[in-house]
T-cell receptor
Framework: GDSVTQMEGPVTLSEEAFLTINCTYT??????LFWYVQYPGEGLQLLLK?????DKGSNKGFEATYRKETTSFHLEKGSVQVSDSAVYFC???????????FGTGTRLTIIP | KAGVTQTPRYLIKTRGQQVTLSCSPI?????VSWYQQTPGQGLQFLFE???????NKGNFPGRFSGRQFSNSRSEMNVSTLELGDSALYLC??????????????FGPGTRLLVL
């Protein structure tokens, strides 16, 4: 079945550091890929998405590229801020299977 | 445009009771999905409704059920509550194009505590 494996946390970085959170997936066909973010006490917010190979999703300085050859969708940001502290979830949605499959989440803490 | 709303936000129940959670999707979204989030199991898919029909169901016991109304609002019900049902229940809505879901947008969740 479909699955998502993402980098275990927690991850702690200093402000302005470079961020990478790894995400790889297993799915049949060509799934859509997503990064969602969850702030304390809240639901999930869509951060970015990509629907086909080589697409790059971007939002709020975050980027991720859909790499079919490596089945990956790594999240990157060039300079993190304290306000980026949250839990990040990688997810996929396979066409015809109307649900999201999530990774385990990566807790990110940014220190001033 | 208003986002996905869920009520209530917090609930405390005791074992054996039943509970009903409500979700109002974004205007124009006709697909509603439910997820359970726990520290141990992470985010797990419960079920998805479109046009008042359940199209997909996750691996949960029959105590978990749901329905969707003609205005696309959805409810989920958990009967005979167990301690392990304590979780954050998230609802997501999406637009349907060509019979398939577009991006899912989530509500703030209902936090259920079973004592």
């Amino acid at each position: 079945g479909d699955s998502v494996t993402q980098m275990e946390g927690p991850v702690t970085l200093s402000e302005e550091a470079f961020l990478t959170i790894n995400c790889t997936y297993t799915a049949t066909g060509y799934p859509s890929l997503f990064w969602y973010v969850q702030y304390p006490g809240e639901g999930l917010q869509l951060l970015l998405k990509a629907t086909k190979a080589d697409d790059k999703g971007s939002n709020k300085g975050f980027e991720a590229t859909y790499r079919k050859e490596t089945t990956s969708f790594h999240l990157e940001k060039g300079s993190v801020q304290v306000s980026d502290s949250a839990v990040y979830f990688c997810a996929l949605s396979a066409r015809g299977n109307e649900k999201l499959t999530f990774g385990t989440g990566t807790r990110l803490t940014i220190i001033p | 445009k208003a986002g996905v709303t869920q009520t209530p936000r917090y609930l405390i129940k005791t074992r054996g009771q039943q509970v009903t959670l409500s979700c109002s999707p974004i205007s124009g979204h006709r697909s509603v999905s439910w997820y359970q989030q726990t520290p141990g199991q992470g985010l797990q898919f419960l079920f998805e409704y479109f046009s008042e029909t359940q199209r997909n169901k996750g691996n949960f016991p029959g105590r978990f059920s749901g329905r969707q109304f003609s205005n696309s609002r959805s409810e989920m019900n958990v009967s005979t509550l167990e301690l392990g049902d304590s979780a954050l229940y998230l609802c997501a809505s999406s637009f349907i194009a060509g019979g398939h879901q577009e991006t899912q947008y989530f509500g703030p969740g209902t936090r259920l505590l079973v004592l």
